[in-house]
């Protein structure tokens, strides 16, 4: 874990006083490989032609502005696109959502996550071996819907009362939406069992290892911090997780987006200041959150008297 201690400045000159606010970066957090991979590979699609991507590429706004003026448009309809190129998004997508931009003559790239596709193999994996597929996730995510869509039937379960409303099945074989928290999956992997204690049972672990990375770099986080702020963008599952992870052991934490959601009253005078930040947030958005800190606890200082 990174540890910068914030000196306050006084007319351009560091404080003697020996109360300080401490900020800590979590030891992971931010873009991982598939985003960056993602971003990287519209960057260069839109360099060379027109691009359409099917969904958002990640969930991030400023990764979608600068996309957008690169030329890069968003759209959820393949029936809908205009340009010949299109993408298909970090998060994956059905073979049926596929199909359907195919039969609508686009010419389609693949920015799906190495991590996302593993876990569609797993999916199919348990059907054709005769079992009743779970997926652990938020229903409706882009993700979660790319999973579920070419299967027959399925579940998808988020908290025990979900498990709870399951018909009995011989055979359950249970995957995760990649940035679910691994802790919450193993809990309910163990309620499933106990709730059909003669159907077996099987569980791939897909959760991928970036987010794990970041769920326990955000515990040993929020233990240490008074205060944390979650950077990533309002709709991303994998930073509303870090939330609510960092929220079981810390009293104040604050999702925000970028610099501009940073209150003053969330800022202690001293004190431990925890930083963390999705899978689909980019650097720059922390080195301004982090500014955007110190500008205001250099704020609060009084003015220095001459003598």
């Given amino acids: 874990m990174t540890t910068q201690t914030l000196p306050y400045k006084v007319n351009g000159l560091k404080s003697t006083q020996a109360e300080r606010?401490?900020?800590?970066?979590?030891?992971?957090?931010?873009?991982?490989?598939?985003?960056?991979?993602?971003?990287?590979?519209?960057?260069?699609?839109a360099a060379v032609q027109s691009l359409t991507v099917l969904?958002?590429?990640?969930?991030?706004?400023t990764v979608l502005d600068d996309l957008e003026e690169r030329g890069v448009r968003f759209e959820n309809e393949p029936e809908r696109v205009k340009t010949s190129a299109a993408m298909i998004t970090a998060h994956g997508a059905s073979d049926r959502a596929r199909a359907r931009a195919w039969a609508a003559g686009l010419n389609v790239s693949d920015a799906t996550c190495p991590l996302v596709h593993f876990a569609h193999e797993k999916v199919r994996e348990l059907v054709a071996s005769g079992f009743h597929p779970i997926i652990i996730g938020r229903r409706g995510h882009v993700e979660v819907r790319g999973l579920t869509e070419d299967l027959v039937a399925c579940d998808v379960v988020l908290n025990e009362k979900d498990?709870?409303?399951l018909?009995?099945?011989?055979r359950f074989g249970v995957v995760a939406q990649t940035t679910q928290p691994?802790?919450?999956?193993?809990?309910?992997?163990?309620?499933l069992q106990a709730r059909f204690p003669r159907a077996e049972v099987r569980f791939v672990d897909t959760v991928c290892r970036p987010t794990k990375q970041r769920q326990e770099s955000a515990v040993e986080l929020a233990r240490e911090s008074d205060v944390?702020?979650?950077?990533?963008?309002?709709?991303?599952?994998?930073?509303?997780?870090?939330?609510?992870?960092?929220?079981?052991?810390?009293k104040a934490v604050h999702h925000v987006q970028g610099p501009d959601d940073v209150r003053a009253e969330w800022i202690p005078e001293t004190g431990t200041l925890g930083i963390t930040a999705g899978t689909s947030t980019p650097d720059e958005i922390i080195d301004a959150v982090e500014a955007r800190v110190r500008e205001i606890s250099g704020a609060r200082r009084p003015a220095h008297r001459a003598a």
């Avoid at 606010?21 to 590979?41: E, P, Q, W």
């Avoid at 018909?167 to 011989?170: I, T």
């Fill in 21 to 45: 606010l401490t900020i800590r970066r979590a030891k992971h957090l931010g873009m991982c490989f598939g985003v960056r991979d993602a971003i990287t590979l519209a960057r260069r699609e």
């Fill in 55 to 61: 969904g958002e590429l990640v969930h991030n706004a």
């Fill in 163 to 165: 498990l709870d409303a």
């Fill in 167 to 170: 018909e009995s099945r011989a």
């Fill in 182 to 191: 691994i802790a919450r999956v193993r809990v309910l992997v163990d309620y």
């Fill in 228 to 250: 944390v702020l979650v950077i990533g963008g309002a709709n991303s599952n994998n930073t509303a997780e870090l939330a609510r992870t960092c929220g079981e052991f810390c």
